[in-house]
């Protein structure tokens, strides 16, 4: 419950001029929020930073699909979001575990980020933007998307080194 109101408490903080408001986020966060929480707030900041990066690549990978395909076959903006949302509800699961908290918090953060920022995002990687900034401009995220790969493929090696030293 308490990693919940730091969720809260971080994207209500950060809502941005991006899309608009995700409603049933909103009433939902009304509920749990408690901005007294700090260290709720910063584990909020990590799993929107997270979710943010792995998003925004899902958009760039899109994109790069839709270069390659005809014009009446490309993903449009709405059949983009459906991808990111199932990929929310696939997320959801196994970063609550590794992050230790409630899978329903990361699902709604998950698409609270999703549909607040995809137009942008679509904007941005079709305009040639450098969308692996999207995250740290909109202020979803302290950590820029090539730092988020490092500490990524840091923690791929560490749990790699733990997997043999079980053995």
Known sequence: MRLLRVLVAFLVSTC???DAPDDEYQKWAAT?????????????KALSCVLCNLLTKTVLETHQLNKKKPLHERFDQDQTQEVLL???S???????RQMDVIREDVLMVCNRVVKENIGDMMDAVSLGEEVRDFCTEQKLCDLTFAGMEKMQQLMMELG?????EDL
């Open 86 to 88: 199932d990929l929310c």
């Open 16 to 18: 941005t001029d991006a």
């Open 90 to 96: 696939e997320l959801a699961a196994p970063i609550s």
């Open 32 to 44: 749990t929020f408690d901005e007294s929480d700090k260290a709720a707030i910063q584990r909020g």
């Open 160 to 164: 790699m080194k733990k997997d043999k």
